[in-house]
């Protein structure tokens, strides 16, 4: 089982910029592509960036590109996110874990980690 741990979150001005870290456990982080995920109050969780194994294939969000960069270290185990030009609707937990084009049914409850709080003022 992989266990994921998220730090890096906090408050910061709108135009500010924040990176966030991912720790992952387990041999499985190695195997998969890797996602961050951001959960709104009241709103749905989403995928705001994904990474591949190697790291040399990028995808995010239309809300993000531009000013989000996601990357891994697989010597580390660990996945970041860069994130500039914060905007007040970027507040939300953020989250990181597996990645996969089912990952809303596929990911079980228990497999998130606590997420990092990141809370944008205007």
């Known amino acids: 089982q992989v266990q994921l741990v998220e730090s890096g979150g906090g408050l910061v001005q709108a135009g500010g910029s924040l990176r966030l870290s991912c720790a992952a456990s387990?041999?499985?982080?190695?195997?998969?592509?890797m996602g961050w995920y951001r959960q709104a109050p009241g709103k749905q969780r989403e995928l705001v960036a994904s990474?591949?194994?190697?790291?040399?294939?990028?995808r995010y969000a239309d809300s993000v590109k531009g000013r989000f960069t996601i990357s891994r270290d697989n010597a580390k185990n660990t996945v970041y996110l860069q994130m500039n030009s914060l905007k007040p609707e970027d507040t939300a937990v953020y989250y990181c874990?597996?990645?996969?084009?089912?990952?809303?049914?596929?990911?079980?409850?228990?497999?998130w980690g606590q997420g990092t709080q990141v809370t944008v003022s205007s």
């Open positions: 387990g041999l499985l982080f190695k195997l998969n592509t």
């Open positions: 990474i591949t194994i190697g790291g040399g294939i990028t």
């Open positions: 874990n597996k990645y996969s084009p089912d990952w809303d049914t596929a990911l079980r409850p228990g497999s």
